[in-house]
Structures are given as C-alpha cells and as structure tokens.
C-alpha cells in the first residue's frame, strides 16, 4: 500500500484522535493535514510502524496546538458564538462521532501534556511508550501525566449518594422533557413556586434576570430549547446539575436546588473552570458516548 493511500485510511482514526485532543472540528482537521505534509517530506523508508509514526507526528501538532492556546489565553464562549459556523462543525463532529461533551469540557481543565497523554493512552489505548515519544519523555512520566489526569477527571470525583442519585434521575427528566418541549411534564417536576435565575450576560435583550412560578419557567424552555439540547449532566461543586457546551465549549452551568422531590431553584451562570466533575459511572461508560446530550 502506497504511503498516502496507508495515510488516507488512518484519517478517520486520526481525526478523532485530535479532536479529543484539541476540542475543535477546525484544529484538528489542520493538524491531521499538517501530518501529512510532514509524512509525505519525511518519507517511509525506514518506518517500520506507519500507524504509530502517524499518531506520534499528529499527537505532537495537537500537543504545539493546546500549548500555543495556554500562552495566549482562551476567551470565553459567547452567545454570539453559538451560532458561529466553528460551533456548528463541533456540534456535526461531535454528534457524528458521539463524543461526551461534558468530558470535552472537563478534559480542558487539563495541562497539555495531561491531555495528550489520557487520551492517547486512556482514550485510544496507546501504549506508554508510544505515549512518550508523542510527548518527547520516558515511559514513567508518560504514565505519570495520565494517571494525573485521570485523578483530575474521575478519581477525585465524590461519591454519589442515594439522594444525590435521586435527584440525577429528576434533572435528567427535565432535561429530556425540555429538549422535547414537554411542557406539562416540566410542570410536574418542579414546585409551583420554583424560581429560575440566570446571569444577564447568558440571556437574550430584554429577557428576566429572574422568573417565578412552574408554568413560567416550563413555558421559557421554548426559548432555550437549542442551548438545552447542548446541555449535559454533570456534578458543579460536587453537586449535580449540568453544563450547556455547544460542540463541547463550555458556556453556562445550570444548578438545581431540589426538595421533596421537586425542583426548587434553577441557576444559570457562566462556566467557571475548575468547579465541574464527571458523575459517577462506571469506567469507560462515558467516555465515548453521549447519552444525555
């Protein structure tokens, strides 16, 4: 097989390789073409694994990438953003490939060499040494970097509780009933005098900083309906709620405050870096998948 034609059926591997890596559909379709070239000038005469020199060179691009990002600092999502043709190609790639959107989020609270390593190893089961020539050291730092940002993405999550397990089971509900415009089921799981606030920057001109009352509330949801259908199920602070990242790009958290089983409060802020873990499943459930938006 001639070495572009071995290239072009790496590409598909490749590309989900980077974009879990870098987080967006444009960076990673560059650096997977920018592999390329450097393959194609390198030559593979003496390359006696072209799958691993594929990953290494495109790990690495992925690797200048994030570090490039780190140095000039990453801006915040924006609602104007949302709409933005870069959002829509993530969204397309993400929901092709279902990719989890809250681990999308959670794995940019990484180093760059963190995430390089878990997911090559931890993602794709690369094996360390390969790891460490992507990321230029030895094997026991490689394993190091990922075992560190496994701790950060899962270990150090709290233990769910019943309670807390109980009132998963009510947000995943009104997530679902909101992305299906189920008004009348809305209603039901919240309390009559529930409250929703929002920060003034997450709303469109002229809308409530805050809103009263479950038919109020159920009835906004019309509104919002494309921001709920990018939003995810996570814990904020150790508590669940959620994270709205269109295409993966964290935007907003929503909180819930819930009592008697009832939804008493909802809180829309801006994301903040740090304050979100993966909820509690079991290893590999929700690293690939996206079973809840």
């Known amino acids: 097989m001639k070495l572009v034609e071995h290239f072009e059926a790496s590409r598909p591997r490749l590309m989900s390789l980077a974009h879990r890596i870098v987080g967006s559909y444009h960076d990673a379709e560059d650096a997977v073409q920018t592999a390329w070239t450097r393959v194609q000038a390198a030559g593979a005469a003496d390359v006696a694994n072209l799958d691993g020199w594929f990953t290494t060179v495109t790990a690495r691009l992925c690797l200048d990438l994030l570090r490039a990002r780190e140095r000039r600092g990453e801006l915040p999502l924006h609602s104007y953003d949302i709409a933005g043709g870069r959002i829509s190609a993530d969204e397309t790639f993400l929901r092709r490939e279902e990719v ?3 681990l999308l989020v959670l794995l940019d609270e990484l180093s760059p060499r963190q995430r390089v390593a878990y997911v090559l190893h931890d993602l794709f089961a690369i094996p360390f040494d390969q790891v460490a020539a992507a990321l230029d050291t030895n094997t026991v730092s490689a394993k ?7 701790a950060r993405l899962r270990d150090a999550r709290p233990v769910v509780r019943r309670h807390d397990a109980e009132e998963n089971e009510i947000i995943e509900a009104f997530l679902a009933a909101a992305r299906g415009g189920d008004i009348a089921r809305l209603v039901t799981l919240m309390a009559p005098d529930v409250v ?3 920060d003034l920057s997450l709303l469109p001109a002229g809308s ?3 809103v009263r009352g479950a038919a109020a509330v159920a009835e906004e ?4 309906r494309d921001r709920i259908a990018n939003a995810a199920p996570v814990l904020i602070a150790g508590r669940p709620g959620a994270v709205i990242a269109p295409g993966g790009h964290a935007y907003a958290l929503i909180r819930f405050r819930i009592d008697a089983g009832l939804i ?7 994301y903040a870096a740090g304050t979100m873990s993966l909820r509690d499943q079991p290893r590999g459930s929700a690293l690939f998948g996206q079973s809840s938006g």
């Open 221 to 224: 949801t019309r509104i919002f």
């Open 144 to 150: 190091k970097l990922a075992s560190r940002a496994r």
């Open 264 to 270: 008493t409060k909802i809180e829309i802020t801006p």
């Open 100 to 102: 989890s959107r809250a």
């Open 208 to 210: 409530a900083t805050e």
């Open 196 to 198: 929703r606030t929002a």
